[in-house]
């Protein structure tokens, strides 16, 4: 038996959505999980790409061994059921751009996670789903949107109970996504964050997301564009991501453009505007970039309301 799941990218935080709000875009990796007949082949993965954003190095430093976070996602819903997972074929065809900020590993244990529970007969529900993929990746603000699709809010609780609620996102607050031609982990990306921050700090956050919900469910462009500021990661990660502070300063006091925000751990930034001219969004972004001779690919993308998608 051959099962494919086809994965969305995500963008996790959306300013002072820290580790708990996300959103799917439309770019994807497809991971199959094959069984294969032949008993003692263990566990095979291979991955492939043909997009030229995925840098060759970074690809090939992926373990391809049960140091793989798609063979830890997946040894962990079969240790659920009481089973070891063996003689599968793991292939990964992806697109979405590695170390980017854009949900790559996490649409990777998604797919492994739904392509597995398939082959097992659909015995974890879509909390249980949840709950491993938050364990294997640490917080479920990118595997959320990548199995759900679209903007949501995803929480876990100390003992480790999952809530998620999915918001609708307003038709006509454009997502432009900027990537720039160089890697960033999300382990050196949080181990630049301090351990403790300034109260003033964590109520400016609460204060901001509180404000950012309401802006969407309302569909208030205005308070949406107070609300997009975070005090708990950017400030930090600012120093790993050169031009990011210039390209922010650049927009803010645009009408029309909400906000500009870190992708995920970044170094992507997302733009959100509403009837603001998108070229000048590119050019100002591919220009400030120039300067620090970082080349960028700049896309406007529609939300991707469609989750991950078994077949
Ligand atoms: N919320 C996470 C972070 C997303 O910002 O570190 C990256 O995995």
Same mark, same amino acid.
């Given at each position: 038996? !051959? ?35 032949? %008993? ?20 090939? =430093? ?12 997946? #040894? ?6 009481? #089973?070891?997972?063996?003689?599968? !074929?793991? =292939? ?21 996670? *739904?392509?597995? =529970? ?61 990537? %720039? ?39 208030? %462009? ?19 991501? %050169? ?18 925000? *870190? ?6 930034? *997302?733009?959100?505007?509403? !009837? ?14 120039? !300067?620090? =001779? ?18």
């Amino acid at each position: 038996m !051959k099962v494919s799941v086809k994965v969305p990218a995500s963008s996790a935080n959306i300013g002072p959505g820290f580790d708990c709000l996300g959103l799917a875009l439309p770019i994807y990796n497809t991971i199959t999980i094959e069984e294969t007949v032949v %008993p003692g082949t263990g566990i095979e993965i291979n991955m492939m790409s043909e997009e030229e954003s995925i840098d060759d190095m970074v690809f090939d =430093n992926i373990p391809r061994d049960e140091n793989n976070i798609v063979y830890k996602a997946v #040894q962990m819903l079969y240790n659920s059921i009481g #089973q070891e997972p063996s003689e599968l !074929k793991i =292939n990964i065809q992806a697109q979405i751009p590695i170390a980017r900020g854009l949900g790559s590993s996490s649409s990777i244990v998604v797919g492994g996670l *739904l392509a597995a =529970n398939k082959l097992l007969g659909n015995p974890a529900d879509e909390t249980a789903l949840l709950a491993i993929a938050t364990e294997v990746e640490g917080h479920p603000d990118n595997v959320a949107p990548a199995i759900l699709g679209g903007f949501v809010l995803a929480t876990q609780e100390d003992d480790g109970t999952i809530s998620y609620s999915k918001l609708d996102w307003p038709e006509d607050w454009d997502i432009t996504v900027c990537i %720039p031609d160089f890697e960033l982990s999300t382990d050196i990306a949080r181990s630049i964050l301090p351990k403790e921050v300034p109260m003033q700090d964590a109520i400016f956050n609460a204060k901001h997301l509180a404000m950012l919900m309401q802006a969407v469910n309302t569909r208030n %462009p205005k308070l949406m564009k107070t609300a997009l500021k975070d005090r708990l990661h950017q400030p930090y990660r600012e120093k790993l991501v %050169p031009g990011m502070k210039e390209i922010m300063e650049a927009f803010k006091h645009e009408d029309g453009v909400l906000g500009c925000v *870190l992708s995920g751990a970044g170094p992507s930034l *997302l733009i959100i505007s509403q !009837k603001y001219d998108i070229d000048k969004i590119k050019s100002t972004v591919k220009e400030i970039w120039e !300067k620090q =001779n970082i080349k960028a690919e700049v896309k406007t993308l529609k939300i991707e309301e469609q989750g991950a998608t078994v077949y």
